[in-house]
């Protein structure tokens, strides 16, 4: 079988996967989010953290529910990590500095997981699992909260009220992220990912001198690693490690698990406004983007320029034998188009153009599709961008689900496609323009000027992989980086907040013969062109000086 044939069937089988989970999984977390029962375990939780899961809170109620609870978790993770040195389990690794305990609090909490450090090199068995796995649950809970909030801003008839953030907090991780993680942590298990709390130990004889290994609770954090579309890895090499991911299967199974609650959560929110039509359409947007992606990488990395790639029959370098160039696409897509930012092979060895590929699913605002909550709540700014540009079109004033697009809803929408933007190019002109962080890169020209463009984009967009040869760990990239990544995660969520409080204090209005359809290809084909041109005319001038240049040399 040839690598091309093998990469376009696994492509074939994760989407029959896919498919077969998107019905029940879609319609469960429907009811997850819409029931009025609570469960004994979350009643015990309720009471131990003194909220009351019946109230209705509107929206700057739900904010500051959503603020609070991520500020408590970045000041409990921060301290954690400056205490490693005296906590247990700390494998005899020193306590984390400053500005790297900074970053990576930043990092977990908003979901982004961004890595300037080696795990295995660096953090002990309390901190990776009391700290980076719980958040791992607890930060894709909050995306996912986010998005039902403004689903049911859609649904909701003159009301300001939204629900309550921390029943919806804590349903996501009771009821949905523990179970499926805890199901793909035994599949993981029985396929060879490796779990334990075992110490550092030699393994033999390297290069010379000797290698050492520690173990870990790695397939239970593997599975919420990529179930929560978060991303950081146990080891430094992340799914590209045989601990972590050691067969094609698992190469597969944990794409499955990047993907399975993005798709599926289309399903949920056409439920939940009424139309299952609904839901269909956005599953269409993000899986043509999606198909897009992969065919468009494919192509780019099994182009064979030179003898080189011609007898290798790829663009090996930086990827995983066991995996090759097919997988490796697919999980590169996957990853950067939705918010995990795991890797099973190195961007910053993709050819020119698949590496601005990878750019570029980033900057379409992972949101195809995307990440857990939240690239369902990006969507859904895109498709009221998109019905405001249809009214322009047509003179009338746009609809959506019933509800009208006023000034007041387009101008959130406006700042919510607007501030990672500003946030990427702001923080790259200046890394770019004063001398010392430039010292960073490894490469020079159009590749070294990608990392750290790569760099903030992965940031801003809460996605967390990195290029592979940006030296990240300073002074300057921690912090700038970290607070990338807050404001990219949490400014964002105030406009949804808003808008979906706007929305749901409207009464929907009736459709009329010259309502604009939202559930037909016509519209899903506006929706895809809205995202593909705002991308485009945002970030072009970027991604000239950057993969474009190098992809065209």
Not at 305 to 323: L, T
Request: aromatic fraction near 10%; proline fraction near 4%.
């Amino acid at each position: 079988m040839g690598p091309v044939l093998a990469g376009v069937l696994q492509l074939l089988a994760l989407m029959a996967a896919l498919a077969l989970a998107y019905k029940p999984l879609g319609t469960y977390m429907a009811k997850v989010y819409t029931s009025d029962k609570h469960l004994r375990v979350e009643k015990w939780i309720y009471k131990g953290i003194g909220a009351d899961p019946d109230t209705e809170m509107r929206w700057p109620a739900y904010l500051r529910g959503v603020l609070a609870f991520s500020l408590a978790g970045v000041l409990f993770l921060y301290v954690l990590q400056r205490l490693q040195g005296v906590l247990p389990g700390s494998l005899g690794f020193a306590s984390i500095d400053p500005d790297q305990a900074f970053n990576t609090a930043a990092s977990f909490v908003s979901n982004t997981n961004w890595q300037s450090y080696s795990g295995e090199q660096a953090m002990g068995h309390v901190v990776q699992t009391a700290g980076l796995a719980v958040q791992n649950f607890v930060s894709a809970a909050v995306g996912m909260a986010v998005a039902v909030t403004l689903v049911r801003g859609f649904a909701g008839s003159r009301t300001g009220e939204l629900g309550n953030f921390w029943s919806d907090l804590v349903r996501g991780v009771v009821r949905l992220l523990v179970p499926i993680a805890v199901v793909g942590a035994l599949v993981l298990v029985a396929c060879g990912v490796i779990q334990n709390f075992s110490g550092i130990h030699e393994v033999g004889q390297f290069m010379g001198g000797t290698q050492e290994w520690n173990g870990g609770a790695v397939a239970s954090q593997e599975a919420i690693k990529e179930l929560g579309t978060n991303g950081g890895g146990y080891f430094n090499a992340n799914s590209s490690h045989p601990f972590e991911n050691p067969t094609p299967f698992t190469n597969l199974f944990e794409i499955f698990l990047i993907l399975l609650i993005p798709f599926s959560i289309t399903r949920t929110f056409g439920i939940m406004v009424g139309s299952a039509r609904q839901g269909y359409a956005i599953l269409a947007t993000m899986a043509t983007i999606w198909v897009g992606f992969v065919a468009l990488m494919m192509w780019t990395e099994f182009t064979h320029h030179g003898p080189a790639f011609q007898a290798a029959g790829g663009a090996y370098e930086g990827k995983e034998v066991r995996f090759g160039v097919g997988a490796s696409s697919i999980f590169a897509v996957s990853t950067t188009l939705t918010s995990t930012g795991a890797v099973d092979s190195f961007h910053s060895s993709f050819t020119g153009l698949g590496g601005g590929i990878t750019l570029l699913g980033m900057m379409l605002g992972e949101i195809a599709p995307g990440g857990v909550g939240s690239g369902l709540y990006g969507m859904l700014i895109m498709a009221i961008i998109a019905v405001f540009i249809a009214g322009l079109m047509v003179g009338r004033t746009p609809e959506y689900l019933g509800k009208k697009i006023g000034s007041r809803e387009i101008k959130l929408a406006a700042c919510y496609i607007l501030i990672t933007p500003a946030l990427v190019l702001v923080f790259t002109a200046c890394a770019m323009a004063l001398p010392t962080p430039a010292n960073s890169m490894t490469n020079s020209g159009a590749h070294g000027f990608s990392e750290i463009l790569y760099a903030y984009t992965s940031g801003a967009n809460n996605n967390g992989s990195a290029f592979a040869g940006l030296n990240a760990d300073t002074q300057w990239f921690n912090t700038t980086i970290g607070l990338a990544m807050l404001l990219g995660r949490f400014v964002p969520m105030v406009f949804v907040l808003a808008l979906a409080g706007s929305l749901a204090e409207q009464k929907p209005v009736p459709v009329t013969a010259g309502t604009l359809r939202t559930d037909k290809p016509l519209y899903t084909g506006l929706l895809v062109g809205t995202i593909i041109i705002i991308t485009g005319l945002t970030y072009f001038p970027a991604l000239a000086l950057g993969p474009l240049a190098e992809g065209l040399a």
